[in-house]
Nanobody
Framework: QVQLVESGGGLVQAGGSLKLSCAAS????????MGWYLQAAGTQRELVAT???????DYADSVQGRFTISRDNAKNKVYLQMNSLKREETDVYYC??????????????????WGQGTQVTVSS
């Protein structure tokens, strides 16, 4: 059973920093893309940042230059360094991973997994 477990959320003042971590565990062949999404109450999940297994990154326009996504492929972990946080970025942040399993005759089968979410609260 594959699991994603986030950590690092909490309370921070506006302008401060937090670093989120997400670890993937279980049996799988490899992890393709990992990313972070946020979801405010009553809304759909929105992209914050993604990173491929080769290190290519993508960011939401609103976090460009303030957030940095990174990953440790050996540890199956992804991180999100968040700087200059704003009050409106108070949300639950979710880790997502596209995980590859081997199927018949080593075919690649992709599965999407989500973590349980970690709360980030930015106070004024």
């Amino acid at each position: 059973q594959v699991q994603l477990v986030e950590s690092g959320g909490g309370l921070v003042q506006a302008g401060g920093s937090l670093k989120l971590s997400c670890a993937a565990s279980g049996r799988f062949f490899s992890i393709n893309v990992m990313g972070w999404y946020l979801q405010a109450a009553g809304t759909q999940r929105e992209l914050v940042a993604t990173i491929t297994d080769s290190g290519s990154t993508d960011y939401a326009d609103s976090v460009q230059g303030r957030f940095t996504i990174s990953r440790d492929n050996a540890k199956n972990k992804v991180y999100l360094q968040m700087n200059s946080l704003k009050r409106e970025e108070t949300d639950v942040y979710y880790c997502k991973a596209r995980i590859i399993q081997l199927g018949y005759r080593d075919s690649r089968i992709h599965f999407l997994y989500w973590g349980q979410g970690t709360q980030v609260t930015v106070s004024s």
